[in-house]
Nanobody, 131 residues
C-alpha cells in the first residue's frame, strides 16, 4: 500500500499560479515504477481526471481542460510528484487528489485515465480560484 500526502493548495486570483506536491511512501513501494495521477472534484461535480505521469520512461497525459496550462513532473529520487498550475481559472476550483498505481509499459493509457483503476489516494488539497 502507498501513502500519499498532497500539499500546496490555497486561494489564488484568476490568472495566477499554484504548485501542488504529492509525497509518496510505502514499505514495498518503488516509486519509479508507479504511474502518478492528479484528479479533482469541483463543487457539485464528479471527480475528474487532470493528468498522469507514467513510470520512468513513460509519457505524460493531460485532460483537454488543463492542457497547455498545467504541467506534471516527478522527482523519482524524492518520491514526489508535482502539478504546476498556471493561468488558473475559477472553474479550476476543486479539491485536488493525488493517486498512484503500478504501471507496466504494456498497460493501456485508457486505464491510467480512469479513477477506478487507482487504489491509493491522498486526502486531497483545496484549490480556490477567485475571479
Amino acid at each position: 500500500q502507498v501513502q500519499l500526502v498532497e500539499s500546496g493548495g490555497g486561494l489564488v486570483q484568476a490568472g495566477g499560479s499554484l504548485t501542488l506536491s504529492c509525497a509518496a511512501s510505502g514499505r514495498t513501494f518503488t516509486f519509479m515504477y508507479y504511474a502518478m495521477a492528479w484528479f479533482r472534484r469541483s463543487p457539485g461535480k464528479d471527480r475528474e481526471f487532470v493528468g498522469v505521469i507514467r513510470r520512468v520512461g513513460g509519457g505524460i497525459h493531460y485532460a483537454d481542460t488543463v492542457k497547455g496550462r498545467f504541467t506534471i513532473s516527478r522527482a523519482n529520487a524524492k518520491d514526489t510528484v508535482s502539478l504546476q498550475m498556471n493561468d488558473l481559472k475559477p472553474e479550476d476550483t476543486a479539491v485536488y487528489y493525488c493517486a498512484a498505481r503500478s504501471d507496466y509499459p504494456s498497460d493501456p493509457l485508457e486505464g491510467l485515465l480512469d479513477q477506478d483503476q487507482y487504489s491509493d489516494w491522498g486526502q486531497g488539497t483545496q484549490v480556490t480560484v477567485s475571479s
